[in-house]
């Protein structure tokens, strides 16, 4: 049986979803993906080969074109979807795919993703990227998914670390994509690279990666006894994230003070610049303000990625 979901408004759409800037086009090509049991609306018209799809076509089973596919020698050659897993926690486990190796299939799921990203422009040139799938196992059936991924550039010349995400509409809204986002900083740590998503960012974009900027603050500052002194530096190295993107969480939370004599306002736009610059005096983040504010976002203290469940996969030869 296959269960049709409602089209979601794409001003409408979760931040699970991240797009650059851009102007909504032309309507989508393809009227409906069936994606396992599930019948979905695409929100922009993808450019699958007209050979395949025609001028316009009712139905797309992407699963059933992601099976034209190259497979890559690793010790999970065998499992569909394809790719090395490279981290399993509960239901969830992240696939590693180069797409020099699978072409076909990245090719693929660029093309479906652009189904519902407005600008995506990389469908068919993914020799230069890494994917990482996300794929969900039914505990009851034991039947994988692919729910979402990322995919980002081999060799980013700005440490970007992440190049386009996507959730797959069907499951947003259940805080993948922030598994996706903290996988994607976790990988740039092993990395040595400190970067972050690549620019610009959509609203939604910029929305969901606050909440996952200002959640890691929340979590770190939660964790050190609160009488240590914090910079931004401090918080940069701590949480991996970049120095601008820590200031513009810390703007977004309005936690910091700056303590006078006579009064202690919430710093907040150029008068915040300018203490992360040194240039005003006397500064601290509000450790009460975190935790109203961690409560009324209902932020947890368990982080969204789990480093201990990364799975060691051995080098090939070894």
């Not at 394809?82 to 072409?103: F, M, N, R, T």
């Not at 969900?136 to 039947?143: K, L, Y």
């Not at 986002?181 to 990988?187: A, I, N, T």
Request: glycine share 6%; charged share 25%; net charge neutral.
């Amino acid at each position: 049986m296959v269960v049709t979901t409602s089209s979601i408004p794409p001003r409408a759409r979760s931040p699970d979803v991240m797009l650059d800037s851009g102007k909504a086009t032309m309507e989508p090509n393809i009227a409906n993906v069936i994606l396992g049991n599930l019948l979905i609306k695409p929100w922009y018209q993808s450019f699958y080969p007209e050979e395949l799809v025609g001028k316009r076509t009712e139905r797309l089973d992407w699963e059933g074109i992601l099976m034209h596919r190259s497979k890559k020698v690793c010790p999970q050659k065998d499992e569909t979807p394809p790719g090395c897993v490279i981290y399993e926690k509960d239901e969830h486990a992240v696939h590693e795919l180069d797409g020099e190796d699978h072409q076909l299939y990245t090719q693929n799921l660029s093309l479906f993703a652009k189904l519902f990203l407005e600008t995506k422009s990389v469908f068919y040139d993914v020799t230069t990227f890494r994917y990482y799938t996300l794929v969900h196992t039914d505990p009851r059936t034991s039947q994988s998914q692919v729910v979402g991924f990322f995919s980002k550039e081999k060799m980013s010349w700005d440490d970007n670390n992440l190049a386009c995400i996507l959730v797959f509409p069907p499951w947003q809204k259940r805080g993948l994509g922030q598994i996706l986002m903290g996988l994607s900083y976790e990988l740039g740590r092993r990395e040595g690279r400190l970067g972050g998503p690549e620019r610009p960012l959509s609203a939604l974009g910029r929305r969901g990666y606050m909440a996952f900027w200002s959640a890691a603050i929340y979590r770190y500052i939660l964790s050190v006894p609160s009488k240590r002194s914090l910079t931004v530096r401090t918080l940069s190295e701590a949480i991996w994230i970049m120095p601008d993107d820590v200031i513009a969480a810390l703007k977004e939370m309005e936690v910091v003070e700056f303590r006078t004599n006579k009064a202690t306002p919430k710093l907040k736009g150029a008068t915040l610049d300018k203490w992360i610059k040194k240039e005003v005096m006397g500064p601290s983040i509000d450790k009460a303000s975190v935790k109203a504010w961690g409560l009324a976002n209902g932020v947890g203290l368990v982080p969204p990625v789990d480093v201990n469940a990364f799975v060691e996969v051995e080098e090939m030869g070894q």
